[in-house]
């Protein structure tokens, strides 16, 4: 961290599920300067609301966040706690909604694979749902791939139940004040790009990018394009407090 770096401009990202902060390493690197990074552990936390207070307890006064996935629902659990807090956010690839039906089902079969012992069939099932298959100029899939292997059992068991139990945000959206971008891949699920374009009416200040050629994980899969975004984002969010 250079000793330059104004406190007023750390920005806290949060990994989604599955994710390690390798999801964000384009993008911490990219930002700095005049950026500072700053990331908390919350993977011992059982709940979406546990992740945002750990997140409150060991950040900075005032911070920006970047959260991908269920990054995102920690982000918006984070502004519904302490909104003055934060003087921007990057929201990619998430919703403001609770958990849907064939969501939860999808969960369940998922740890019921795990614990029966397929655990690098869900691997490879997971990759594929996440990655594109139209960006295969860079090397993504490997690294998520990586990603998840690197979680134990219980880590992604307990990432699935804060997922599934997380609170629907809708009535939130109204009171978020600060400005906000969010970032899509175009060849993610209908219920994340749905997902984002309702967050993008209901809140005042904000802009929306679908990046094309990309699957739920633009940060990895079009991390230039992310990190350009990201980069001018924050710059003039900062310019705007004062």
Known sequence: MSSEVNINKSVVFIPGALCSDEIFADQISGISPP???VLIDTSQTKTITEMANTILAQAPDNFSLVGIS???YVVLEVL???PDRVWGVVLISTSARAEMPDQAEERKRWIDRIESGQYEDFVDEIVDDCISGKGKLNNARERFHEMVNAHSIETISRQMSACAMRPDFQKNLKDIKCPLLLIGGSDDSEFFLNGLKEISVKVIDSEILIL???G????????IRTTNAIKKFLVKAEKSLS
């Open 35 to 37: 950026f500072n990074a």
């Open 70 to 72: 269920m990054g995102g």
């Open 80 to 82: 519904r706690i302490a």
């Open 212 to 214: 094309p050629n990309c």
């Open 216 to 223: 739920h994980l633009p940060t990895i899969e079009s991390p």
